[in-house]
């Protein structure tokens, strides 16, 4: 079992940052890591993920170049660091993480474990 925890949210105004944290009960060395969102009345969306060897890492087109996924040395915390934030990023973030995951990091029912969730809104 592993327990995720995220801190970080906030609100900003466009053009601003946060970086997001989430904190995890045990080391993620073999788990893929992931960052969604999910904004009201809409269904849960990819943000951005890299895989459980740390060779591949995505992000969703609408982040790209704005948004960077990273992981500590201890490998029990990542962070999704949101640059030049837009009124469109405004959502509840969570992470999730599932064990030896390669492939298909955007789909959200791959993850086994997932975090509590953590409002950001940003203000145009």
């Known amino acids: 079992q592993v327990q995720l925890v995220e801190s970080g949210g906030g609100s900003v105004q466009a053009g601003g940052s946060l970086r997001l944290s989430c904190a995890a009960s045990r080391t993620l060395e073999n788990y893929a890591m992931g960052w969604f969102r999910q904004a009201p009345g809409k269904e849960r969306e990819f943000v951005a993920a890299?895989?459980?060897?740390?060779?591949?890492?995505q992000y969703a087109e609408s982040v790209q170049g704005r948004f960077t996924i990273s992981m500590n040395n201890a490998q029990n915390t990542f962070y999704l660091q949101m640059n030049s934030l837009k009124p469109e990023d405004t959502a509840v973030y969570y992470c999730a993480a599932d064990r030896f995951r390669t492939t298909a990091l955007a789909i959200p029912d791959h993850y086994a474990y997932w975090g509590q969730g953590t409002q950001v809104t940003v203000s145009s």
């Open positions: 890299r895989n459980w060897r740390r060779e591949m890492t």
